[in-house]
């Protein structure tokens, strides 16, 4: 997409930062948080929903997820933040502690403004862990 930086993917109603897929490290036996960061470039308030189309985390992971309005247990399988005002920024969160399993998965989100479906970006997350 013309005039979008390496850092944000942008959508006609929200931009997400950084960049939708995140590899990362992760330390084996500890809490890791990770965000994505999804601006509102609307005049008016954004409800953005979103669903998880796959989910490769490890057996034997701890993880939850942290949206904007609510912190959930686990990853249930779909979700709703509050509204996001104008100019301002959401987010979803990955936390996990791999509890010393090594190994990588991956979580994707499908993230939409309601009523805009059709018009989302994914959000992925692969998390590889080594001891």
């Not at 609307?42 to 669903?51: A, G, R, S």
């Amino acid at each position: 997409m013309l005039g979008t930086s390496l850092t944000e993917k942008e959508t006609k109603h929200f931009s997400i930062n950084p960049q939708p897929v995140q590899e990362v490290n992760a330390k084996p036996d500890k809490q890791n948080d990770y965000s994505a960061r999804i601006v509102n470039n609307t005049d008016t308030d954004l409800i953005v929903k979103w669903k998880v189309t796959e989910n490769t985390l490890l057996k034997g992971w701890d993880y939850s997820i942290c949206n904007y309005g609510q912190c959930l247990a686990g990853i249930p399988k779909s979700g709703s933040m509050r509204p996001i005002k104008k100019g301002d920024k959401g987010f979803l969160n990955l936390h996990i502690n791999p509890m010393n399993v090594k190994g990588t998965g991956s979580v994707s989100f499908y993230v939409f403004e309601e009523g805009h479906e059709n018009e989302g970006e994914t959000i992925t997350y692969i998390v590889r862990v080594k001891k």
